[in-house]
Nanobody, 125 residues
Framework: QVQLVESGGGLVQAGGSLRLSCAAS????????MGWFRQVPGKERELVAS????????YYADSVKGRFTISKDNANNALYLQMNSLKPEDTAVYYC??????????????????WGKGTEVTVSS
């Protein structure tokens, strides 16, 4: 089992920045892919960015390319999402997620095995 705990959400003005953190504990050695998802009421949870836990390719949703950066610190079992140039449409609950099986396609929410409880990001205009 893997436990994930997000932090770093909050209220920020449009154009501002936030850095989300995800602390992973438990059997992290088995993780293959980690990602950040977000969800707003009435919509499906969508992938924002993902990264292979051992290093390698990253994926970004088109809506965040050039503004968000996903990174990880394996030594400290941490995942980060640096969010710059935030827009009101980035307002959502952001979730950290992990998958323990090999997967070569871009993961969807249904493909992830572990989830944090989420951290709320609100971007005011």
């Amino acid at each position: 089992q893997v436990q994930l705990v997000e932090s770093g959400g909050g209220l920020v003005q449009a154009g501002g920045s936030l850095r989300l953190s995800c602390a992973a504990s438990g059997r992290t050695v088995g993780l293959y892919t980690m990602g950040w998802f977000r969800q707003v009421p009435g919509k499906e949870r969508e992938l924002v960015a993902s990264i292979r836990y051992s290093g390698g390719p990253t994926y970004y949703a088109d809506s965040v390319k050039g503004r968000f950066t996903i990174s990880k610190d394996n030594a400290n079992n941490a995942l980060y999402l640096q969010m710059n140039s935030l827009k009101p449409e980035d307002t959502a609950v952001y979730y950290c997620a992990g998958r323990s099986l090999i997967m070569f396609n871009t993961p969807r929410a249904a493909d992830m095995h572990y989830w944090g409880k989420g951290t709320e990001v609100t971007v005011s205009s």
